[in-house]
């Protein structure tokens, strides 16, 4: 009885894998045939002027922009049934999904990409404020006096720009930010990397779980605060007033532009850092990760 079901399994195995190749040749073995939700692009241009922004998206990636003109326009690639509602109130412009979806219509097939992408009039404003599932976010050349970016799956990224607290929480994905200048910085990642290139702030605070973080060219005249779980810590001519880092699984090894009084401890690692009796304050401690540190200008060897 049990051979009989085995041959049955097989044969109706085979039969789909006959029919999914014809039903491909058909086609063209484009993948793209199998979709079955529709895609439109809407424009929404606005005159209403606005200081704040919030945005919230389930599977589209968000662009900003510095737009070339004087007007703000906001192009949403999205699905027909779930477009993006664009309304200015109370200063603030806010975009987010409008379901109209029937309870049926929630079974689909769609593999297409979905992107938000706001041009900004001005280089400067109040707030900004993202909350997304499945996509990225990409800022560039505008500033805020604050941002909170919130991703599930995606990467963030933030260049060009200077602000006063930056807050970005990522889940699975990589967090990069380059050219800025910011306040108070504060990055989470889950699983993935954090990457700092020519920062330069007051202070930065940056945990994970899984993941290495990676600074090069940043510059903080306070406290620099790292908690890794299993992840490298490396610096290429970094600098800080004060410095605490703890890794559990991770190396922490980099070059620092000024001398630090370095306290480090490892249980299972290697330690191979400068002694100086000026500086600010190094605090480094890791599990069973290597700790290697230099004063230098220059990249290490």
């Known amino acids: 009885m049990k051979k009989k079901y085995i041959i049955l399994a097989a044969s109706l195995l085979a039969l789909g894998l006959i029919l999914f190749g014809g039903m491909m040749a058909v086609l063209k073995w484009d993948f793209g045939g199998f979709i079955t939700t529709e895609y439109e692009t809407a424009t929404h241009t606005l005159t209403e002027d606005f200081q704040s922004i919030k945005i919230e998206s389930d599977t589209a990636d968000v662009v900003f922009l510095l737009a070339e003109g004087d007007g703000c326009t ?67 050349d505008i500033s805020f006096g604050a941002v909170e970016i919130t991703a599930s799956t995606g990467n963030i990224t933030v260049e060009n720009a200077s602000f006063g607290r930056l ?20 990055t989470h990642v889950s699983t993935g990397k954090t990457v700092l290139t020519g920062v330069k702030a007051n202070s930065l605070s940056s945990d994970g779980s899984t993941g290495d973080l990676i600074m090069t060219d940043t510059v903080l005249s306070g406290k620099l605060s790292v908690e890794r ?37 490892t249980d299972t690692g290697k330690v191979l850092v400068p002694q100086s009796t000026v500086g600010g304050r190094c605090e480094i401690e890791t599990d069973t990760g290597d700790i290697k540190i230099v004063f230098s200008v220059t990249e290490e060897k």
């Not at 990589?174 to 910085?185: P, Q």
């Not at 779980?229 to 070059?255: L, N, Q």
Request: net charge negative; hydrophobic share 35%; proline share 2%.
């Open 74 to 140: 906001v192009t949403c690639e999205q699905e027909k049934k779930m477009p993006f509602t664009v309304t200015v109130a109370d200063g603030t412009l806010k975009i987010e999904r409008n379901d109209t979806r029937k309870w049926y219509e929630h079974i689909s097939i769609g593999f297409r990409s979905q992107t938000v992408t706001v041009s900004l009039p001005k280089a400067q404003y109040d707030a900004l404020k993202v909350k997304a599932s499945t996509g990225a976010v990409a800022l560039k």
């Open 167 to 186: 807050d970005l929480s990522l889940s699975t994905g990589k967090i990069t930010l380059a050219s800025l200048t910011a306040g108070e910085i504060k």
């Open 229 to 265: 779980s299993t992840g490298d810590v490396r610096f290429t001519r970094c600098d800080a007033g004060e410095i605490e880092i703890e890794t559990d699984t991770g190396d922490v090894e980099g070059s620092f532009l000024t001398e630090k009084v370095i306290f480090a401890a």
